[in-house]
């Protein structure tokens, strides 16, 4: 355990700083049981495992994927037609998901090799709104078209009180969030992640070391694919059904501002952004005009002021900070 | 038969040159900013509404509203630069390109909302620009507005081509897209050329967005599926590459036409969307790309 | 004593946070010729950029003519006669030659003399003349050598400075881009030039400085440093041991 915490730039106090607020999360819904707030929070935590999946694959990767959300809804709508069809356990249904999900993001991780970056934006683009007008205009039935998955069965008996439920959902997807942020910067500390950034920054270098991009980008779409797929079954079991609106251009510009904000890239950006954007959506959703114009300028700000994100600017202020410290005990 | 090869023409003709409009600018900032600009498709959106204000509210004549639609989108265009643009020049250790995808992008959400917020979501009636049609077949009618239409663009495109190619300017535009340094070192102003050019190109966008508007209506969201076509014009034309661009301009329109008449509207954006997938996986330069540069 | 030309005050520069040249004091007289020599690395070329306005300097001052230019832009040094002709070449590839050759003269004053400046350019270089319908990218080396020089000839130039002519080329080309660039060295015009090959130094210039670690180290005509050992031996390529290749 402690070799795998050492790989993550989180020092001592980092770490108790992370298990006290773990802590204050696990506790929450048993002090305040107002369901509203406690589904938003849910709702933001499988957020959060959809943004680390594609901050993975967009700021760490390099990768311009721009098809994630699609993946997202491939994993929920696999694991709630699983949960409608099949007998499985829910659960067992959500990994398929995830399963099957990565398979689909694997297939669209071949042609982007051979892509220069901004192609890969327009393919993996088409490729998601290919996939929601697939199911839009599914009138067999089998998706619910428009109108979504009918009645998937959650994961939780329904002899459990509306509270238990709503506090059962926030604990799984508490505990998936947790698992994913900490889960992916390993990964991203790792050789792995080594391997990935040498070949987003300097893609001549990483050949010459015998770094192999496909093999790479195979991997890294296949863990994003399942996390994104996880996500999905997440919410497909949370919410009950799920539609081909989760992957419209407006989730998506909500979802880049949160991994912008955050800071794209870093470990604990997609945190810091997603429980930002969750606050503010909340607030303004009824007003989207106003809301997505808001976003759009934040958008703005931060990437030409705040280039970091939050998390980022936060670093390096940080790093500033102890080398002028250093600089201090240098000279005094 | 013969109805439908002539409605397939006509439109290809029609949509092939609105969408040369959009998609020249685009090739034209990508070329020499290296920017692919997402906000594009707004500069359409606000050119309609400008015509529908201009024709509607303050009821001038059309070539007063093609004016203004120019004049607003060149403006927008300019500070659309200095905002998005300009600040991350020059900046060390990001990418570039997806830095300003998405601060393009951004600027396109705050264009189109502010609309919605301004205007509401309700399609707007443009009145027609000229009115009356002329008969060139049993039934088929073309009207003078997409006679007009077409001319324009063209007129607009080959003057374009004649500037780029011919004049002090377009020869220093030309050069900067080929060694932005090199072309400094001669004297070229970058700071002021590059929110030029991308006021240019946005005023071009903003008059294809005045002919749009008039051909179908004036709504927030009008600006999406020029968006899209005119990437897909330029991915297939070669990014950067002019002449491509207007090739792939007519291919595209001819393909959208052949949709239309065949299958119906509904389906042409999945289509265009199969069509991109399909040629990124089998021919990922584009028709006319070779070079992964861009050149004019 | 005149106002020199060129008057560089303990100038600091280089990328992001590294500086390459570290308090360089230089100056130079309307006409003279200068030639910086030293190894490569050590900040030669920065010098020029900084000088041109392609880079920002940390710290120091640079005067054209007594007027202080540390911070503008290459656009409005071209303008007033500050003519840097980079190390290779830097040619707009896909436009033809002559269109080359025009971009030189792309500030007003020389825009409405292109017509001469091209034929003059064209008298200096006839094998440019041959290919003015060409893209630059067909041509060989030798003839972008002469192209970029060319180009740089087409504004009226009050510094003109010029790295590395030799560059990649054959010893028969350098010859032929010497023999132009002497004839300007001869004029009126105040060139700064950075070489290594010393053949063509000796003919040209008075003074040449040495460039090591980011300072000028010695300074004096080229016999004068050819009588120093140590300069000869590595930046001149005299005799003793290996020649100072590349």
């Known amino acids: ?77 696999g694991a709630g037609l699983l949960m409608i069809h099949t007998p499985l356990p829910p659960l067992l249904d959500i990994i398929l998901g995830g399963v099957f999900a990565a398979a689909v993001a694997i297939a669209l991780a071949f042609p982007t090799l051979r892509l220069y970056g901004i192609y890969t934006s327009l393919l993996t683009f088409s490729f998601a709104e290919i996939v929601q007008f697939a199911i839009l205009n599914d009138n067999s039935g089998f998706t619910g078209g428009p109108f979504g998955l009918p009645n998937v069965s959650g994961l939780f008996p329904t002899t459990l009180s509306d509270l238990w439920t709503t506090r059962a959902y926030y604990w799984t997807a508490l505990t998936a969030a947790a698992l994913t942020v900490i889960g992916l910067a390993v990964i991203v500390h790792s050789r792995l992640g080594l391997a990935l950034q040498v070949i987003r920054d300097a893609p001549t270098y990483a050949a010459a070391r015998g770094i192999s991009p496909l093999k790479y980008r195979v991997i890294a779409f296949g863990i994003g694919g399942f996390v994104a797929g996880i996500a999905g079954g997440l919410y497909v079991s949370n919410n009950g059904t799920i539609q081909p609106t989760v992957m419209g251009l407006t989730p998506m510009s909500i979802d880049v501002t949160m991994l912008v904000v955050g800071g794209l890239g870093t470990a604990f950006g997609p945190v810091v952004g997603t429980a930002l954007l969750i606050v503010i959506d909340s607030v303004l959703s009824t007003y989207p005009g106003v809301e997505f114009t808001i976003l759009g300028v934040v958008l703005l700000v931060i990437v030409v002021f705040v280039p970091g994100g939050l998390v980022g600017e936060i670093t390096r202020q940080r790093r500033r900070l102890a080398t002028w410290l250093a600089e201090g005990d240098a000279d005094g | 038969m013969v109805v439908d090869v002539i409605a397939i023409v006509t439109t290809t003709i029609i949509l092939g040159s609105i969408y040369g409009l959009v998609a020249i600018g685009m090739s034209l900032i990508y070329g020499i900013l290296r920017v692919l600009d997402m906000s594009q498709g707004s500069m359409v959106m606000v050119g309609s509404f400008v015509a529908w204000a201009a024709l509607v509210l303050a009821q001038v004549n059309p070539l007063i509203a093609l004016a203004a639609a120019f004049g607003v989108t060149f403006i927008l265009g300019v500070l659309t630069q200095l905002v998005s643009v300009q600040p991350l020049v020059g900046r060390a250790s990001i990418d570039f390109e997806m830095v300003t995808f998405i601060t393009t992008f951004a600027v396109a959400m705050v264009l189109v909302n502010v609309a919605l917020e301004i205007f509401g979501p309700r399609q707007r009636n443009v009145p027609p620009l000229l009115a009356g049609q002329v008969s060139i077949y049993q039934g088929v009618s073309l009207p003078y507005q997409s006679i007009a239409m077409v001319c324009v663009s063209l007129g607009l495109m080959l003057v374009f081509a004649a500037f780029l190619s011919k004049s002090r300017y377009g020869l220093a535009i030309r050069a900067v897209a080929q060694d932005a340094n090199a072309a400094r070192l001669m004297g070229v102003p970058i700071k002021r050329l590059f929110p030029l050019t991308m006021g240019l190109a946005s005023a071009l966008a903003g008059v294809a967005g005045v002919f749009l508007g008039a051909t179908y209506f004036a709504y927030p969201q009008a600006g999406d599926l020029p968006l899209l076509e005119a990437l897909i014009v330029v991915i297939f034309g070669g990014l950067g590459s002019l002449p491509g661009t207007v090739y792939a301009a007519y291919l595209v329109g001819l393909i959208q036409s052949i949709i239309e008449v065949t299958v119906g509207l509904t389906w042409t954006l999945p289509i265009l969307y199969a069509v991109i997938v399909a040629i990124l996986i089998i021919r990922p330069q584009g028709l006319m790309g070779k070079r992964s540069e861009a050149r004019l | 004593m005149q106002t020199p030309l060129l008057a560089i005050t303990d100038l600091w520069a280089g990328y992001q946070e590294t500086p390459i040249v570290r308090g360089i004091d230089l100056t130079i007289q309307a006409g003279e010729t200068v030639v910086l020599i030293g190894p490569n690395g050590h900040g030669k070329t920065t010098l020029l950029r900084t000088i041109s306005g392609l880079i920002r300097a940390y710290h120091g001052e640079i005067r054209l003519a007594g007027r202080l230019i540390t911070g503008r832009s290459p656009e409005e040094l071209t303008a007033g006669g500050l003519i840097h002709i980079p190390q290779g070449d830097a040619l707009f590839p896909d436009l033809l030659v002559e269109e080359n050759l025009l971009m030189g003269a792309y500030p007003p004053p020389a825009w409405r003399r292109r017509h001469q400046s091209l034929e003059r350019v064209y008298e200096l270089f006839p094998q440019l003349k041959s290919r003015a319908e060409q893209p630059a990218r067909t041509l060989s080396g030798g003839e972008r050598r002469q192209l970029s020089i060319g180009r740089g000839l087409m504004r009226e130039a009050k510094l003109l400075m010029i790295d590395e002519p030799s560059l990649g080329l054959a010893p028969l080309l350098i010859d032929s881009v010497y023999a132009v660039i002497e004839e300007i060295a001869k004029s009126t015009t105040t060139v700064l030039l950075v070489e290594e090959n010393f053949k063509h130094i000796r003919r040209l210039a008075k003074r040449v400085c040495v460039l090591e670690m980011g300072r000028i180290v010695r300074t004096g005509t080229l016999d004068e440093l050819l009588n120093d050992a140590v300069v000869a031996e590595s930046y001149l390529g005299v005799v003793r041991g290996p020649k100072n290749g590349r």
């Open chain 1, 1 to 77: 355990m402690r070799s795998i915490t050492r790989t993550i730039p989180v020092d001592g106090t980092g770490w108790i700083l992370i298990a006290i607020l773990l802590g204050l999360l696990v506790v929450f819904p048993m002090a305040y049981t107002d369901p509203y707030i406690l589904s938003l929070m849910t709702t933001g935590f499988i957020l959060l495992v959809l943004n680390s999946s594609w901050n993975f694959l967009l700021g760490v990767g390099g990768v311009w994927n721009f098809g994630q959300l699609a993946i997202y809804a491939i994993g929920g709508y």
